[in-house]
């Protein structure tokens, strides 16, 4: 059977996140990270992804499907780099790893409005600095007022949130890794466009564009499908080879 690892961003943990793939685990051995911090684990005093990044490694096992949205994204680069010989596929979507494309003014602004954000944001008011990340994010998801007691906890982790502005992507021993590689993007935000964009070229990568949910991309209707069609055709191939470039 088949293992498949899935790494949750910011704010919700795994479940939450990965909802509508939740049924691949009745054809796939299904590994859904909830990241320390996040629910059912307790608050931690700091988040990040270099930290996370060799337990997701971890999780891998003898070897895995690896997939990350956002923050996620970025740590399953780096867990993919950590142990690229475990890794029979990766897929990301819209990881914010914006140094990839430093010099593009679309994910320069996106770095400056999310470190001006962690910066001079409301950190004593866990709700109202969630709605102001979701912004930058250009997330479409509607949050309750007070937040859910999950949600909450959520957002006092993104207020100790490691910014992935910091992330150095380890793109040379990516590309040299002979794992097929996946962009996803809900083409939405020019930022987000742009790192993958760099990201479909440097890995290189297929990419797939899946409009309509902003930020949250799992929800379409398609991701699934073509999450699946991506490690099936992976794991007809062997994991090996590097994949040739395609859009959908």
Known sequence: MQRIVLVHGSVVNGPATWAN????????????????????N????????????????????????????????????????LRPGAVRSLTVVEPPATRVAAGHPAAD???KEAREWWASGPKDDPEAFLRGFLRTTGSTRELPSPLRPELEQGARML??????????????????????????SGGHHPGFDAICDVLEQELPAE?????????????????????????ERA?????GGVPGRGRS
Request: aromatic fraction near 8%.
């Open 42 to 81: 307790p608050p931690v005093d700091r988040v990040d992804f270099e930290q996370d990044a060799p337990l997701v490694a971890a999780e891998l096992g003898d070897g895995a499907h690896l997939a990350g949205h956002s923050y996620g994204g970025v740590i399953a680069l780096l867990a993919a780099a």
């Open 109 to 111: 602004k996106m770095a």
């Open 207 to 231: 990419r797939t564009v899946l409009p309509g949910f902003g930020h949250s991309v799992p929800r379409h209707a398609r991701f699934t499908g073509v999450l699946v069609e991506f490690v």
């Open 21 to 40: 793939q939740l049924q691949l685990a009745e054809r796939y051995d299904l590994a859904v990270v909830n990241r320390p911090g996040f629910p059912p």
């Open 159 to 184: 207020i100790v949130e490691r910014g992935p502005w910091e992330a150095e992507i380890p793109l040379a021993a990516l590309r040299a890794a002979h794992f097929p590689k996946l962009v996803v």
């Open 235 to 239: 794991a007809a191939s062997g994991g």
